[in-house]
């Protein structure tokens, strides 16, 4: 029997693991993209890291800048949606951020489409299986989804969810109450109001 293959570290080690402004903004990520672990932000930011790192490589001589390759690898950040559409430099690439990153995650796509009231809501959708992408059913939150792609995200057929009247779907609920709280508010000050000038009329 030979020795076990020792497989290498996907991600990227942290080297401010108790920096308290580096915990504070973490927690922003994980409750912003409902991240199930911190291990989601370092795997992006070793995919992060290689982004920058080819991006680099590309940008080290004029004729690799100018490249067909260059062109190609921007056009590709593009199509992934980490870099807006008018964007044609390496130099964007460097600029590139880890949000940029979690806002094409499947699960911050379904939110932001309107198909859920929240991202642990979303996430929670696609891990038990009602989103599909291009026709198939994704049940990994972190798949990367591409501006393409994001356009044929819905639920499956089957999932109940795919009715709009689904009480899952209703959004934003106590804002529905404030708004009748309010009208009712309304009602009874015009009444008190109305009232209180027939008692000014009488007298």
């Known amino acids: 029997m030979g020795l076990p293959i020792r497989h290498k570290t996907k991600a990227v080690s942290h080297k401010k693991k108790w920096d308290k402004n580096t915990i504070v903004e973490e927690a922003v990520f994980v409750t912003d993209y409902a991240l199930k672990n911190k291990k989601e932000i370092r795997k992006a930011e070793a995919l992060l890291s290689k982004l920058k790192t080819i991006a680099k490589d590309f940008n080290k001589t004029t004729e690799t800048k100018a490249s067909a390759g260059a062109a190609q690898f921007v056009n590709k950040i593009k199509a992934q949606g980490y870099l807006n559409v008018e964007a044609t430099s390496l130099d964007e690439v460097l600029d590139v951020t880890l949000r940029e990153l979690f806002e094409r995650r499947l ?3 379904v939110y932001k489409a309107g ?3 929240t991202p642990g809501q979303a996430r929670q959708f696609v891990v038990h299986g009602h989103v ?4 198939e059913i994704v049940t990994a939150p972190s798949y990367p989804t591409t501006v393409k792609d994001a356009e044929t995200v ?3 057929g089957s999932s109940t969810l795919a009715d709009e009247a689904h009480p899952e779907r209703n959004g934003a609920p106590e804002a529905i109450v404030v708004e009748e709280s309010s009208t009712e508010d309304e009602a009874v000050a015009e009444e008190a109001s109305e009232e209180s000038t027939e008692e000014v009329k009488e007298e």
Request: positive net charge; charged residues 10%; aromatic residues 8%.
């Open 154 to 156: 819905a639920f499956i």
């Open 132 to 135: 599909t992408v291009n026709g």
């Open 107 to 109: 699960s911050t796509v």
């Open 115 to 117: 198909l859920a009231r």
